[in-house]
């Protein structure tokens, strides 16, 4: 019989040599150890695979071919996963300490949680701290009213994601923002905060530049629309965005 591990750690990457090692040593580094660690690479043609392996453990899988982008790749390892709890770490990010699966686990089990989310620390190039974002506590409701949690310290049931359904392919920025709007509004999930930084990521990411922050304006009306929401969109923008552009310039 298939031991089922508590926790199943999903890491998209591509021709991510130089971070994912860091990526790899933050996972190892785990006091909890009741996890499987699935890489999820796009084919690539660096020296990423080579890198994996250098670090693989026993609790590793590496499955390495051409994908559709980091969501598509997300729900490859989605489908793979046999963990009770979906961590979604990317190739550029790293466990913040190493007693952030403990902690999680902790909190899951006493609360009776879904939903875990919490707060990231955005990392420069020369690993100095370049900003926190700490989400606001969280009550049914507030997603239309600007509420967002960062994708990175989102942790969820896998059960969720067979229930309420998997990234969305047609937002190419923002199908992170519609997935934890599906999860955390959805009158039958809890959601509790966990009061501390469990990932650090890098200050450059997809979704961090001016270009990619206006996609995400239509990818976010996309996603009220499904769900229904009528809301005065400027103002939303202006809750919901204004944080976010602020983090970026003083991240640079």
């Known amino acids: 019989?298939?031991?089922?591990?508590y926790f199943s750690i999903i890491t998209v990457c591509y021709n991510s040599e130089e971070t994912i090692q860091a990526t790899l040593r933050s996972v190892s580094s785990q006091k909890f150890t009741d996890y499987e660690h699935l890489i999820i690479d796009g084919g690539s043609q660096d020296a990423t695979l080579d890198a994996i392996q250098e670090l693989q453990t026993s609790l590793t899988k590496v499955i390495s071919e051409p994908d559709g982008g980091i969501y598509d790749a997300i729900n490859k390892g989605l489908k793979l996963s046999l963990g009770?709890?979906?961590?979604?770490?990317?190739?550029?990010d790293s466990f913040a300490d190493q007693d952030v699966l403990h902690d999680l686990h902790k909190i899951f089990l006493e609360t009776d949680a879904d939903i875990v989310y919490s707060s990231i620390e955005f990392i420069r190039p020369d690993n100095t701290s370049a900003a926190t974002w700490v989400p606001t506590n969280f009550q049914h409701g507030d997603y239309r009213s600007g509420f967002h949690t960062p994708h990175p310290g989102f942790f969820a049931k896998s059960i969720l994601y067979d229930k309420l359904g998997f990234f969305d392919?047609?937002?190419?920025?923002?199908?992170?923002?519609?997935?934890?709007?599906?999860?955390?509004?959805?009158?039958?999930?809890?959601?509790?905060?966990?009061?501390?930084?469990?990932?650090?990521?890098?200050?450059?990411?997809?979704?961090?530049?001016?270009?990619?922050?206006?996609?995400?304006?239509?990818?976010?009306?996309r996603a009220l629309k499904k769900q229904g929401e009528n809301v005065f969109l400027p103002i939303y923008y202006l809750r919901r965005y204004a944080p976010k552009i602020g983090r970026k310039f003083k991240t640079g």
């Open 169 to 221: 392919l047609g937002m190419p920025i923002a199908a992170d923002f519609d997935l934890m709007y599906r999860f955390m509004e959805h009158s039958s999930t809890k959601s509790v905060k966990l009061d501390k930084i469990t990932v650090n990521m890098r200050a450059d990411g997809e979704s961090s530049s001016l270009r990619n922050i206006f996609q995400g304006f239509l990818d976010i009306r």
């Open 84 to 92: 009770e709890v979906v961590v979604i770490l990317h190739s550029d």
């Open 1 to 5: 019989m298939t031991k089922i591990p």
